[in-house]
């Protein structure tokens, strides 16, 4: 499939999961795999744009051409996003940033004792939210996941309106043969002015290759299916 429309076009991606320590050999994390992020990284490239991808740990192979930003924790993955959003044209943000992290991360590792252990968890920023409500460069264009379970498109709406991004990719990761660790996906476009659109299942690469002609929309563009 070869297209050049994002030839000239930077295009910052975030993936994977975001690692949370509570100790030298223990974290928080989720079930993010990658997978979506890296396609998005994947059909960027192929239709031209040069792309950044940062990402969470990931099993999966680096895209070739493709800038790899690696990170751990969504405090890291916080200041790769702003250190390379003012020179990109386009932010995907794929990743599954971890909204808590323990208060205090122990210098050892913590002894098991009788009884429960309490942990206390303090918000991570929202990484989105920071970014979106950032004043844009013409044609700028941010595009955030929205992770549920059950339909997505009311959550994602709202959260397209709340995060102010320009175009929120709702998906039902509850629903088999989509969201985590899968090769393929069903999302619903949800647009901050109340519009959707909801796609089939289908391969994340095509999703991605669907969300890109919705951001050369965006921008005022020509998309293409
Ligand atoms: O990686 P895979 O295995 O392929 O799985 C794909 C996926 C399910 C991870 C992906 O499709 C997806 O839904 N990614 C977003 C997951 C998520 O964090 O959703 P959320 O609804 O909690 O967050 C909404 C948006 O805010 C996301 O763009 C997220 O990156 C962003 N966010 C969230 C929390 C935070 N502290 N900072 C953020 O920027």
Redesign the pocket.
Known sequence: RGKNDFAGLRVLV???PTREPLDPVRYLTN???????YAVARAARDRGAAVVLVSGPSSLPVPGGVGLVPVTT?AEMAAAVKEHFPESDVLV???????YRPAAVSPDKLKKRDGVLMLTLVP??????DIASRARKPGQVVV?????TGDPRPAALE?ARR?GVDLM?G?D?AQPGA????PT?TVVFAYPDGRSEQLPEMD?YEVAWHLLDRVLTLRGGRGSC
């Open positions: 975030t993936a994977g079930r993010s795999s990658g997978r979506m992020g969504a943000m794929a990743a599954a940033v971890a909204d991570n920023e929202d990484i989105l939210t955030g996941f929205a992770a549920e959260k995060k990719v998906n990761v969201g985590f660790d899968v996906n994340k």
